[in-house]
């Protein structure tokens, strides 16, 4: 028994399909066919009690119109009617009350059973085996004032039987029909429905060899097959797309960091070699050095704010915050900030709801955005902000009129380390961690963040958020 559960469990699943619908099909059959079996078993056997019921009635009317004084010539004249009302492999035998033959109608073709004798007292009907053989026996007794004895109805069940073999053999040939029809059914079935499971191992085996660009091709039915293969297609666009941008902030964090540390050993290098009795040189290289070392301190504050931006759970239900109040704080501290910009603030609608992020991401976002304004807003100082609230959100909209940023780049701009302006931006203080930052916060808490610009123009950036629920 082990052994087979072995050999079943390192099956494939297409044989294990077959296996399992052939033998949940066969036993349908199996239990369809044996409760059929015995019902028309007993509507046969009830079938044949009847014909006797039927012939010793007639018998009864028979000897009833003789009337009471019926004796034994009488009797004797019958046996022609009798054989007229006999059935084919029934036996008629006329006894007296001490079980003496009086006379029996027998076909001699067929087998004569002996019955032992047994007096009743009215009309009785049973089934008795004798010799291997199932039959039923009917009595019913004759009273008259010439005669008493009793009259016996012997009829084996032949025809029962050669029916229900018959049956049997029917049955047995269609279950095995129905077995091997289940069989290839079953594996038909199994190959077609694990077709797209094979394209699906196949599409991971070619993953393994070639890397992330393989995908499989789009189920035409809408069922779970068809729902998992589109599942796959699109985890296999975002791991591309995640471990494109992991080699890319690899990449783009190894260039950002081996720039102040080239620095660093250069000023380092001229110290050991001249700095030591030349103040001037101390002094610059300490001093771009230490600048360096700050611009490393800022990457890699840039780096944890943007790792707790990606752990930020979707739409969590604790966190709330007044938008209205915070924006009028964070502008406060620009306007203190950067004097010489104007920052007009626009409300339209209620505003008194809650929207469901934290006071602080809201303010971390506010003065990512708001310091990218006035960084590239060098001539028009003006800076817009407009919250409109709408049904089940409220959109925040910041917009300058600064240099604005190329349409071809602007898809690119919440890429971590992206800079439209490289130089400007090295120049601003800028790693190009901000708006990544910034659009981790705003999708963790359910939103969303997109952005508007043309050259030389502006740039309108605007994000959703939903009202705390």
């Keep these: 028994m082990n052994k087979l559960l072995n050999w079943f469990n390192n099956c494939s699943l297409k044989v ?13 059959f199996f239990i369809f066919s044996f409760f059929q079996y015995h019902v028309i078993s007993n509507w046969l056997l009830n ?15 028979f000897y009833k119109q003789r009337g009471p004084d019926i004796d034994m010539a009488d009797l004797s004249d019958s046996e022609d009617l009798i054989k007229q009302i006999v059935e084919k492999n029934q036996t008629i035998r006329i006894t007296d009350t001490s079980g003496k033959e009086v006379f029996v109608v027998h076909n001699e073709q067929d087998p004569y059973y002996y019955i032992p004798f047994q007096p009743v007292d009215g009309k009785t009907i049973m089934q008795l ?65 694990l077709k797209p499971l094979q394209k699906l191992s196949n599409a991971m085996r070619m993953i393994q060899r070639r890397g992330f660009q393989q995908r499989m091709e789009p189920s035409r039915s809408h069922d779970e097959i068809g729902e998992l293969t589109v599942i796959f297609n699109e985890m296999m666009d975002k791991l591309e797309r995640s471990f494109a941008q992991q080699k890319q902030f690899v990449e783009d964090a190894s260039h950002e960091l081996r720039t102040p540390i080239q620095i660093m050993e250069g000023h380092l290098s001229l110290l050991n070699r001249w700095g030591k009795k030349d103040e001037v040189i ?50 406060k501290n620009f306007q203190l900030l ?32 708001l310091d990218n304004a006035v960084k590239y807003s060098d001539k028009n100082k ?23 940023i190329p349409e071809d780049q602007l898809s690119s701009i919440f890429h971590r380390f992206y800079r439209v302006d490289k130089a400007r931006s090295r120049e601003k203080g800028g790693n190009g961690l901000g708006l990544a930052i910034a659009k981790q916060i705003i999708e963790g808490y359910g939103g969303n963040i997109t952005a508007e610009s043309q050259v030389d ?13």
């Design 457 to 469: 123009e502006g740039t309108r950036v605007q994000f959703v958020l939903p009202f705390k629920s």
């Design 338 to 369: 950067h004097k010489e910009y104007t920052f007009i603030f626009d409300q339209r609608g209620n505003l008194s709801h809650q929207v469901g992020i934290s006071d602080h991401h809201l303010e971390q976002v506010l003065i990512i955005l």
């Design 47 to 61: 079938e044949e009690e009847n014909n006797v019921r039927q012939v010793l009635d007639e018998l009864a009317i």
């Design 129 to 193: 085996q004798t010799n291997g053989k199932k039959l039923y026996v009917g009595r019913m007794p004759i009273q008259s004032r010439q005669f008493n004895g009793y009259v016996e109805v012997i009829y084996p069940l032949n025809r029962y039987h050669q029916m229900m073999n018959n049956l049997w053999f029917v049955m047995s040939m269609f279950g095995l029909a129905a077995l091997v029809l289940s069989g290839v059914f079953g594996f038909l079935m199994a190959k077609n429905f």
């Design 282 to 331: 101390l002094d610059e290289s300490l001093f771009a050095s230490l600048q360096e070392l700050d611009r490393i301190k800022y990457l890699v504050q840039e780096l944890l704010e943007l790792s707790r931006a990606e752990q930020i759970q979707k739409g969590d239900g604790e966190a709330s915050a007044d938008i209205v109040s915070t924006i009028e704080r964070v502008l």
């Design 16 to 28: 294990k399909w077959s296996i399992g619908a052939s033998t949940a099909i066969f036993f349908t």
């Design 382 to 404: 003006n800076i817009t902000i407009l919250i409109e609230e709408m049904e089940q959100d409220v959109k925040v909209i910041i917009e300058d009129k600064g240099i604005g």
